[in-house]
Protein backbone atom coordinates (compact mmCIF):
# COMPACT_ATOMS: atom_id res chain seq x y z
CA UNK A 1 0.00 0.00 0.00
CA UNK A 2 1.45 3.48 -1.23
CA UNK A 3 0.93 5.93 1.14
CA UNK A 4 2.18 9.51 1.17
CA UNK A 5 3.30 10.36 4.77
CA UNK A 6 4.39 13.62 6.73
CA UNK A 7 7.98 12.73 5.26
CA UNK A 8 6.49 13.57 1.78
CA UNK A 9 5.18 16.98 3.11
CA UNK A 10 6.67 20.61 3.52
CA UNK A 11 5.39 21.77 6.95
CA UNK A 12 7.74 24.80 7.66
CA UNK A 13 5.48 27.72 8.00
CA UNK A 14 2.30 25.68 7.49
CA UNK A 15 -0.85 25.09 9.46
CA UNK A 16 -1.09 21.59 10.02
CA UNK A 17 -4.68 19.94 11.33
CA UNK A 18 -3.97 15.84 12.60
CA UNK A 19 -6.57 13.89 13.66
CA UNK A 20 -5.18 11.86 16.63
CA UNK A 21 -6.38 8.74 18.50
CA UNK A 22 -6.24 9.81 22.16
CA UNK A 23 -9.81 8.12 22.82
CA UNK A 24 -8.20 7.21 26.32
CA UNK A 25 -9.33 5.85 29.59
CA UNK A 26 -10.21 8.42 32.20
CA UNK A 27 -11.57 9.17 35.11
CA UNK A 28 -12.20 12.05 37.57
CA UNK A 29 -10.76 13.83 34.74
CA UNK A 30 -7.41 12.34 34.72
CA UNK A 31 -5.45 10.19 31.84
CA UNK A 32 -5.82 6.87 33.47
CA UNK A 33 -3.75 5.12 30.58
CA UNK A 34 -0.99 7.29 27.87
CA UNK A 35 -0.75 4.34 25.78
CA UNK A 36 -2.24 6.01 22.92
CA UNK A 37 -1.30 9.28 23.65
CA UNK A 38 2.59 8.30 23.70
CA UNK A 39 1.61 6.33 20.23
CA UNK A 40 0.84 9.42 18.91
CA UNK A 41 4.24 11.36 20.05
CA UNK A 42 6.85 10.69 17.33
CA UNK A 43 4.56 12.31 14.35
CA UNK A 44 3.93 15.11 16.64
CA UNK A 45 7.38 15.93 17.67
CA UNK A 46 8.17 15.73 14.34
CA UNK A 47 5.41 18.44 12.98
CA UNK A 48 6.78 20.50 15.50
CA UNK A 49 10.67 20.09 14.56
CA UNK A 50 9.73 21.19 10.65
CA UNK A 51 8.76 24.57 12.20
CA UNK A 52 4.97 24.71 11.19
CA UNK A 53 2.47 28.04 11.75
CA UNK A 54 0.41 25.67 14.25
CA UNK A 55 0.02 22.26 14.77
CA UNK A 56 -3.89 21.45 15.40
CA UNK A 57 -5.03 18.58 17.14
CA UNK A 58 -8.41 16.72 17.01
CA UNK A 59 -9.70 13.01 18.63
CA UNK A 60 -12.96 11.93 20.23
CA UNK A 61 -13.34 10.78 23.57
CA UNK A 62 -15.64 8.15 23.75
CA UNK A 63 -19.05 8.96 22.85
CA UNK A 64 -20.67 11.43 25.35
CA UNK A 65 -24.20 10.98 23.68
CA UNK A 66 -24.13 7.18 24.03
CA UNK A 67 -22.02 6.40 26.98
CA UNK A 68 -24.02 9.25 28.87
CA UNK A 69 -27.14 7.93 28.51
CA UNK A 70 -25.72 4.81 29.77
CA UNK A 71 -24.31 6.56 32.79
CA UNK A 72 -27.86 8.38 33.31
CA UNK A 73 -29.59 4.77 33.60
CA UNK A 74 -27.19 3.37 35.94
CA UNK A 75 -27.57 6.01 38.10
CA UNK A 76 -31.26 6.45 37.84
CA UNK A 77 -31.43 2.06 38.47
CA UNK A 78 -29.19 2.76 41.22
CA UNK A 79 -31.50 5.87 42.74
CA UNK A 80 -28.75 8.02 42.05
CA UNK A 81 -28.82 11.54 41.19
CA UNK A 82 -26.74 12.30 37.46
CA UNK A 83 -24.55 15.46 37.23
CA UNK A 84 -24.50 15.41 33.26
CA UNK A 85 -22.18 18.25 33.12
CA UNK A 86 -19.97 16.81 35.77
CA UNK A 87 -20.01 13.47 33.82
CA UNK A 88 -18.78 14.46 30.52
CA UNK A 89 -15.84 16.71 32.18
CA UNK A 90 -15.23 13.21 33.64
CA UNK A 91 -15.37 11.59 30.83
CA UNK A 92 -15.40 13.37 27.69
CA UNK A 93 -13.74 16.82 27.58
CA UNK A 94 -10.45 17.15 26.08
CA UNK A 95 -9.19 19.30 28.84
CA UNK A 96 -7.46 17.13 30.38
CA UNK A 97 -5.72 15.23 27.50
CA UNK A 98 -4.74 18.82 26.23
CA UNK A 99 -3.36 19.73 30.01
CA UNK A 100 -1.78 15.82 30.01
CA UNK A 101 0.52 15.92 26.34
CA UNK A 102 1.41 19.24 27.46
CA UNK A 103 3.54 17.66 30.18
CA UNK A 104 4.55 15.08 27.74
CA UNK A 105 5.87 17.92 25.28
CA UNK A 106 7.26 20.12 27.77
CA UNK A 107 5.14 22.90 26.27
CA UNK A 108 2.14 24.49 26.78
CA UNK A 109 -0.87 22.74 24.38
CA UNK A 110 -4.18 25.09 24.38
CA UNK A 111 -7.27 24.39 24.43
CA UNK A 112 -10.59 25.23 22.55
CA UNK A 113 -14.27 24.11 23.59
CA UNK A 114 -15.32 23.83 20.31
CA UNK A 115 -14.39 21.64 17.25
CA UNK A 116 -15.45 24.43 14.38
CA UNK A 117 -16.54 28.32 14.13
CA UNK A 118 -15.92 31.44 15.26
CA UNK A 119 -14.14 30.88 18.65
CA UNK A 120 -11.97 28.01 16.83
CA UNK A 121 -10.53 30.53 14.20
CA UNK A 122 -9.95 32.64 16.92
CA UNK A 123 -8.09 30.52 19.17
CA UNK A 124 -5.39 29.67 16.33
CA UNK A 125 -4.89 33.12 15.51
CA UNK A 126 -3.44 33.82 19.29
CA UNK A 127 -1.63 30.38 18.61
CA UNK A 128 2.19 31.24 18.75
CA UNK A 129 4.79 30.45 15.94
CA UNK A 130 4.63 26.49 16.60
CA UNK A 131 2.04 26.51 18.93
CA UNK A 132 -0.26 23.58 19.60
CA UNK A 133 -4.25 23.84 19.74
CA UNK A 134 -6.50 20.79 20.97
CA UNK A 135 -9.59 20.69 20.08
CA UNK A 136 -13.02 19.75 21.91
CA UNK A 137 -13.78 15.98 21.56
CA UNK A 138 -15.00 15.78 17.77
CA UNK A 139 -18.30 13.52 18.85
CA UNK A 140 -19.35 16.56 20.35
CA UNK A 141 -20.85 17.61 17.29
CA UNK A 142 -23.25 14.98 15.35
CA UNK A 143 -22.02 15.55 11.99
CA UNK A 144 -18.94 13.81 13.40
CA UNK A 145 -20.20 10.25 12.88
CA UNK A 146 -23.41 11.24 11.03
CA UNK A 147 -24.67 8.61 8.51
CA UNK A 148 -25.84 11.75 6.19
CA UNK A 149 -22.61 12.11 3.87
CA UNK A 150 -23.46 15.64 3.16
CA UNK A 151 -23.44 16.39 7.14
CA UNK A 152 -20.09 14.62 7.99
CA UNK A 153 -18.79 16.68 4.55
CA UNK A 154 -20.13 20.08 5.74
CA UNK A 155 -18.16 19.35 9.77
CA UNK A 156 -15.80 18.61 7.35
CA UNK A 157 -15.12 21.55 5.46
CA UNK A 158 -15.12 23.36 8.19
CA UNK A 159 -12.27 21.26 9.96
CA UNK A 160 -10.37 21.54 6.04
CA UNK A 161 -10.38 25.27 6.07
CA UNK A 162 -8.68 25.83 9.68
CA UNK A 163 -5.19 24.56 8.13
CA UNK A 164 -3.33 23.92 5.08
CA UNK A 165 -2.34 20.27 5.94
CA UNK A 166 -4.51 17.46 7.01
CA UNK A 167 -2.41 14.37 8.87
CA UNK A 168 -4.07 11.24 10.18
CA UNK A 169 -2.55 8.81 12.69
CA UNK A 170 -5.38 7.80 14.55
CA UNK A 171 -5.06 3.80 13.35
CA UNK A 172 -7.94 3.11 16.29
CA UNK A 173 -10.72 4.94 14.30
CA UNK A 174 -9.21 3.97 10.59
CA UNK A 175 -11.99 1.95 9.70
CA UNK A 176 -14.56 4.70 10.08
CA UNK A 177 -15.60 6.66 7.65
CA UNK A 178 -16.33 9.67 9.53
CA UNK A 179 -15.72 13.78 9.40
CA UNK A 180 -12.14 14.30 10.69
CA UNK A 181 -11.21 10.38 9.67
CA UNK A 182 -12.21 10.76 6.08
CA UNK A 183 -14.22 13.60 5.01
CA UNK A 184 -11.97 15.82 5.77
CA UNK A 185 -10.00 14.93 2.94
CA UNK A 186 -11.92 15.46 0.14
CA UNK A 187 -11.45 19.40 0.86
CA UNK A 188 -7.58 19.39 1.59
CA UNK A 189 -6.40 20.30 -1.91
CA UNK A 190 -4.61 16.70 -1.78
CA UNK A 191 -2.56 17.82 1.02
CA UNK A 192 -3.46 14.79 3.04
CA UNK A 193 -0.52 12.37 4.65
CA UNK A 194 -0.19 9.72 7.19
CA UNK A 195 1.44 9.49 10.41
CA UNK A 196 4.47 7.49 11.46
CA UNK A 197 1.85 4.95 13.43
CA UNK A 198 -0.07 4.35 10.50
CA UNK A 199 2.38 4.22 8.17
CA UNK A 200 3.97 1.44 11.00
CA UNK A 201 0.72 -0.11 11.32
CA UNK A 202 0.49 -0.16 7.55
CA UNK A 203 3.84 -2.20 7.13
CA UNK A 204 3.38 -4.75 9.15
CA UNK A 205 -0.33 -5.83 9.20
CA UNK A 206 -1.04 -5.40 5.20
CA UNK A 207 1.46 -7.93 4.33
CA UNK A 208 0.05 -10.60 6.60
CA UNK A 209 -2.95 -9.86 4.44
CA UNK A 210 -1.63 -9.79 1.26
CA UNK A 211 1.76 -11.64 0.83
CA UNK A 212 3.71 -13.08 4.54
CA UNK A 213 6.73 -14.71 4.04
CA UNK A 214 6.23 -18.27 4.37
CA UNK A 215 5.69 -20.59 6.60
CA UNK A 216 2.51 -18.14 8.13
CA UNK A 217 0.46 -19.01 11.09
CA UNK A 218 -2.44 -17.29 11.94
CA UNK A 219 -3.12 -17.59 15.81
CA UNK A 220 -7.14 -16.80 16.41
CA UNK A 221 -8.31 -16.47 20.11
CA UNK A 222 -11.18 -14.75 21.86
CA UNK A 223 -14.80 -16.09 23.19
CA UNK A 224 -16.58 -16.30 20.02
CA UNK A 225 -16.47 -17.48 16.39
CA UNK A 226 -19.13 -14.98 15.32
CA UNK A 227 -17.31 -12.06 15.69
CA UNK A 228 -14.11 -13.85 14.06
CA UNK A 229 -15.90 -15.41 10.88
CA UNK A 230 -14.30 -12.54 8.70
CA UNK A 231 -10.64 -13.31 9.84
CA UNK A 232 -10.60 -16.77 9.93
CA UNK A 233 -11.97 -16.67 6.21
CA UNK A 234 -9.35 -13.75 5.17
CA UNK A 235 -6.42 -15.61 7.14
CA UNK A 236 -7.12 -18.66 5.14
CA UNK A 237 -5.66 -17.44 2.33
CA UNK A 238 -2.33 -16.86 3.01
CA UNK A 239 -1.82 -19.25 6.45
CA UNK A 240 0.04 -22.72 6.50
CA UNK A 241 -1.26 -23.37 10.19
CA UNK A 242 -4.07 -21.81 12.05
CA UNK A 243 -4.34 -22.05 15.65
CA UNK A 244 -8.09 -21.31 16.92
CA UNK A 245 -8.46 -21.49 20.93
CA UNK A 246 -9.74 -19.20 23.16
CA UNK A 247 -13.73 -20.25 24.05
CA UNK A 248 -14.13 -20.16 19.80
CA UNK A 249 -12.14 -23.30 20.22
CA UNK A 250 -15.12 -25.55 21.90
CA UNK A 251 -17.37 -24.68 19.02
CA UNK A 252 -15.26 -25.81 16.52
CA UNK A 253 -14.64 -29.24 18.73
CA UNK A 254 -18.45 -29.48 19.38
CA UNK A 255 -18.71 -29.44 15.37
CA UNK A 256 -16.20 -32.09 15.25
CA UNK A 257 -18.31 -34.49 17.33
CA UNK A 258 -16.59 -33.93 21.05
CA UNK A 259 -18.31 -33.46 24.34
CA UNK A 260 -17.11 -29.78 26.10
CA UNK A 261 -18.82 -29.93 28.82
CA UNK A 262 -20.37 -26.68 29.61
CA UNK A 263 -17.97 -24.71 27.64
CA UNK A 264 -18.82 -21.54 25.63
CA UNK A 265 -20.50 -22.83 22.64
CA UNK A 266 -22.31 -21.20 20.07
CA UNK A 267 -24.62 -23.73 18.71
CA UNK A 268 -25.96 -21.33 16.00
CA UNK A 269 -22.31 -21.16 14.54
CA UNK A 270 -21.75 -25.08 14.20
CA UNK A 271 -21.95 -25.58 10.89
CA UNK A 272 -19.86 -22.20 10.43
CA UNK A 273 -17.18 -23.78 11.87
CA UNK A 274 -17.53 -27.34 10.02
CA UNK A 275 -17.44 -24.95 6.74
CA UNK A 276 -14.40 -23.36 8.02
CA UNK A 277 -12.81 -26.90 8.55
CA UNK A 278 -13.53 -28.05 5.41
CA UNK A 279 -12.25 -24.46 3.63
CA UNK A 280 -8.95 -25.18 5.39
CA UNK A 281 -8.54 -28.90 4.38
CA UNK A 282 -9.47 -28.00 0.79
CA UNK A 283 -6.33 -25.00 1.24
CA UNK A 284 -3.81 -27.89 3.04
CA UNK A 285 -4.22 -25.65 6.23
CA UNK A 286 -3.62 -27.44 9.03
CA UNK A 287 -6.07 -26.44 12.06
CA UNK A 288 -4.84 -26.59 15.23
CA UNK A 289 -7.68 -26.81 18.44
CA UNK A 290 -6.79 -27.68 21.92
CA UNK A 291 -6.53 -31.83 22.88
CA UNK A 292 -6.59 -31.09 26.23
CA UNK A 293 -7.79 -28.62 28.45
CA UNK A 294 -7.46 -26.40 31.96
CA UNK A 295 -11.05 -26.55 33.31
CA UNK A 296 -12.94 -25.47 36.41
CA UNK A 297 -16.49 -26.02 37.63
CA UNK A 298 -17.61 -22.38 36.25
CA UNK A 299 -16.42 -18.97 35.28
CA UNK A 300 -13.97 -18.02 38.11
CA UNK A 301 -10.38 -17.86 39.03
CA UNK A 302 -10.85 -21.13 41.14
CA UNK A 303 -8.80 -24.18 41.61
CA UNK A 304 -7.65 -25.51 38.19
CA UNK A 305 -8.78 -29.17 36.65
CA UNK A 306 -6.82 -30.93 34.32
CA UNK A 307 -8.50 -32.21 31.22
CA UNK A 308 -5.75 -34.61 29.55
CA UNK A 309 -8.58 -36.25 26.67
CA UNK A 310 -9.69 -33.74 23.60
CA UNK A 311 -12.80 -34.67 25.19
CA UNK A 312 -14.39 -32.37 28.32
CA UNK A 313 -16.58 -34.05 30.99
CA UNK A 314 -19.84 -32.45 31.22
CA UNK A 315 -19.37 -30.95 34.46
CA UNK A 316 -16.13 -28.76 33.49
CA UNK A 317 -15.90 -25.70 31.79
CA UNK A 318 -12.88 -25.56 29.63
CA UNK A 319 -10.85 -22.05 30.59
CA UNK A 320 -7.14 -22.79 29.46
CA UNK A 321 -5.34 -25.03 26.60
CA UNK A 322 -3.32 -28.24 28.85
CA UNK A 323 0.32 -28.96 27.73
CA UNK A 324 -0.30 -31.12 24.99
CA UNK A 325 -1.83 -28.12 23.08
CA UNK A 326 1.23 -26.22 23.73
CA UNK A 327 3.42 -29.02 22.48
CA UNK A 328 1.15 -28.45 19.18
CA UNK A 329 1.77 -24.77 19.15
CA UNK A 330 5.85 -25.06 19.94
CA UNK A 331 6.00 -27.60 16.24
CA UNK A 332 4.13 -24.89 14.02
CA UNK A 333 5.66 -22.21 15.47
CA UNK A 334 9.31 -23.23 15.81
CA UNK A 335 9.60 -23.00 11.73
CA UNK A 336 7.49 -19.73 11.69
CA UNK A 337 8.10 -17.23 9.94
CA UNK A 338 5.28 -14.59 9.92
CA UNK A 339 2.51 -14.92 12.76
CA UNK A 340 -0.19 -12.69 13.60
CA UNK A 341 -2.08 -13.02 16.57
CA UNK A 342 -5.36 -11.98 17.26
CA UNK A 343 -7.30 -12.88 20.89
CA UNK A 344 -6.05 -14.78 23.62
CA UNK A 345 -6.60 -18.93 24.22
CA UNK A 346 -7.60 -19.01 27.45
CA UNK A 347 -9.28 -16.34 30.44
CA UNK A 348 -5.67 -15.06 30.91
CA UNK A 349 -7.65 -12.14 32.94
CA UNK A 350 -7.39 -14.96 35.87
CA UNK A 351 -4.18 -16.02 36.82
CA UNK A 352 -5.33 -19.80 37.54
CA UNK A 353 -5.60 -19.73 33.69
CA UNK A 354 -3.48 -17.52 32.18
CA UNK A 355 -0.18 -20.11 31.63
CA UNK A 356 -1.51 -21.36 28.11
CA UNK A 357 -1.61 -17.56 26.50
CA UNK A 358 1.65 -16.62 28.55
CA UNK A 359 3.50 -19.58 27.36
CA UNK A 360 1.92 -18.85 23.71
CA UNK A 361 3.11 -15.09 23.60
CA UNK A 362 6.35 -16.72 24.68
CA UNK A 363 6.62 -18.25 21.46
CA UNK A 364 5.45 -15.72 19.63
CA UNK A 365 8.05 -13.66 20.85
CA UNK A 366 10.52 -16.04 19.63
CA UNK A 367 9.74 -15.68 16.03
CA UNK A 368 10.91 -11.82 16.13
CA UNK A 369 13.69 -13.42 18.21
CA UNK A 370 15.21 -15.57 15.64
CA UNK A 371 14.66 -13.06 12.63
CA UNK A 372 10.85 -13.67 11.73
CA UNK A 373 7.82 -11.31 11.74
CA UNK A 374 5.38 -11.36 14.83
CA UNK A 375 2.37 -8.87 14.62
CA UNK A 376 -0.20 -8.58 17.38
CA UNK A 377 -3.75 -7.50 16.03
CA UNK A 378 -5.17 -5.39 18.65
CA UNK A 379 -8.03 -6.17 21.03
CA UNK A 380 -7.56 -8.53 24.46
CA UNK A 381 -4.12 -10.08 22.96
CA UNK A 382 -2.60 -6.65 23.10
CA UNK A 383 -3.49 -6.85 26.73
CA UNK A 384 -2.16 -10.52 27.34
CA UNK A 385 1.58 -9.17 25.82
CA UNK A 386 1.44 -6.51 28.32
CA UNK A 387 0.16 -8.04 31.01
CA UNK A 388 3.43 -10.12 30.75
CA UNK A 389 5.45 -7.94 29.79
CA UNK A 390 6.27 -9.24 26.15
CA UNK A 391 4.96 -6.18 23.59
CA UNK A 392 8.43 -4.96 23.51
CA UNK A 393 9.54 -8.48 22.16
CA UNK A 394 7.07 -8.41 19.24
CA UNK A 395 7.66 -6.80 15.93
CA UNK A 396 4.46 -4.84 16.07
CA UNK A 397 1.89 -4.31 18.42
CA UNK A 398 -1.38 -2.97 16.98
CA UNK A 399 -2.82 0.05 18.80
CA UNK A 400 -6.45 -0.59 16.91
CA UNK A 401 -8.76 -2.89 18.17
CA UNK A 402 -11.21 -2.64 15.99
CA UNK A 403 -9.30 -0.85 12.82
CA UNK A 404 -6.91 -3.83 12.87
CA UNK A 405 -9.45 -6.65 12.83
CA UNK A 406 -10.94 -5.06 9.80
CA UNK A 407 -7.62 -4.82 8.23
CA UNK A 408 -7.41 -8.15 9.08
CA UNK A 409 -10.39 -9.46 7.90
CA UNK A 410 -9.06 -7.93 4.10
CA UNK A 411 -11.59 -4.54 4.51
CA UNK A 412 -10.03 -1.27 2.52
CA UNK A 413 -10.12 1.35 5.66
CA UNK A 414 -11.71 4.40 4.78
CA UNK A 415 -9.12 6.56 6.18
CA UNK A 416 -6.30 4.65 5.47
CA UNK A 417 -7.42 4.59 1.68
CA UNK A 418 -8.16 8.29 1.69
CA UNK A 419 -4.25 8.67 2.24
CA UNK A 420 -2.72 6.23 -0.28
CA UNK A 421 -1.49 8.12 -3.88
Request: glycine share 8%; net charge negative; hydrophobic share 40%.
Amino acid sequence: MNLRTVRDASLAGKKIIMRVDFNVPMKDSKVQDDTRIRAAMPTIEYILEQKPQALILMSHLGDPKKDGKKAKEKAEKEGKAFDEEAYLNSKHRMKPVSEYLGTLLGKNVAFVNQTTGSAVEEAISKLPAGGVLMLENTRFDPRETSKDSAERDAMAQELAKLADIYVNDAFGTAHRDHASTCSITKFMNGQVYAGFLIEKEVKYIDPMVTAPEHPMVAIIGGSKVSSKIAVLESLLKNAQSMIIGGGMAYTFLKCQGHTVGISLVEDDYLDTAKQILDAAEKKGVKIILPVDHIGAKKFADDDPIAVESIDIPEDIMGMDVGPKTLELYHQVLSTAKSVVWNGPVGVFEFNHFANGTKELAMMVAEVKARGGTSVVGGGDSVAAVNKFDLADKMSHVSTGGGASLEYLEGKILPGIAALCK
